[in-house]
T-cell receptor, first 115, second 114 residues
Framework: GAVVSQHPSRVICKSGTSVKIECRSL??????MFWYRQFPKQSLMLMAT?????????EQGVEKDKFLINHASLTLSTLTVTSAHPEDSSFYIC???????????FGDGTRLSIL | AQTVTQSQPEMSVQEAETVTLSCTYD???????LFWYKQPPSRQMILVIR??????QNATENRFSVNFQKAAKSFSLKISDSQLGDTAMYFC???????????FGKGTRLHILP
């Protein structure tokens, strides 16, 4: 089946640093990738949608300068949390799909902790 | 706008029993897809089952089956012979229309008791 690799799985860093999370589709070309944030015991909150080669579309309330998304190839998207602060601590999950009618396949998530 | 509602925040059943998780949705689209995703304690999102709206036959995957009632906009998940490994959060999800993104319900936390 389709595999999506997300790295790193766990990050602990100091306030003010920037953190990059990678999302790779290993065995298919992902025309669209999605980035979610999940708070404890809650559903996934979509942050942004990215299509290869174009700018990401951010959901309302998500700061695009805070959460930089790059989707430079059909197999890689990155999320950079810039100047991270404790309130950015959360679980971040990416997903990817090959076409509109294809199911989304999820990475294993990244637990981000900002001290 | 599309919405997905899961009315059961939490459920518990004994191992080997059958359990049904409910999901309703609202849409004006005629062509769409419905999904059930499982998120175990490891927090990995796992696709359990998928249903195309144009198909009348209910999707099944081993112990997992759905009851898709298009007119009622209902999409329930039945888990037969439940196992301890089925303990997880289950999300119902909708994809359709002009939106390019899946809409998730709030989830149902399912506990399988030994």
């Amino acid at each position: 089946g389709a595999v999506v690799s997300q790295h790193p799985s766990r990050v602990i860093c100091k306030s003010g640093t920037s953190v990059k999370i990678e999302c790779r589709s290993l065995d298919f070309q992902a025309t669209t990738m999605f980035w979610y944030r999940q708070f404890p015991k809650q559903s996934l909150m979509l942050m942004a949608t990215s299509n290869e080669g174009s700018k990401a579309t951010y959901e309302q309330g998500v700061e695009k300068d805070k959460f930089l998304i790059n989707h430079a190839s059909l197999t890689l998207s990155t999320l950079t949390v810039t100047s991270a602060h404790p309130e950015d601590s959360s679980f971040y999950i990416c997903s990817a799909r090959g076409g509109w009618d294809q199911p989304q396949h999820f990475g294993d998530g990244t637990r981000l902790s900002i001290l | 706008a599309q919405t997905v509602t899961q009315s059961q925040p939490e459920m518990s059943v004994q191992e080997a029993e059958t359990v049904t998780l409910s999901c309703t949705y609202d849409t004006s689209e005629s062509n769409y897809y419905l999904f059930w995703y499982k998120q175990p304690p490891s927090r990995q999102m796992i696709l359990v089952i998928r249903q195309e709206a144009y198909k009348q036959q209910n999707a099944t995957e081993n112990r997992f089956s759905v009851n898709f009632q298009k007119a009622a906009k209902s999409f329930s998940l039945k888990i037969s012979d439940s196992q301890l490994g089925d303990t997880a959060m289950y999300f119902c999800a909708f994809l359709g229309g002009r939106d390019d993104k899946i809409i998730f319900g709030k989830g149902t936390r399912l506990h399988i008791l030994p």
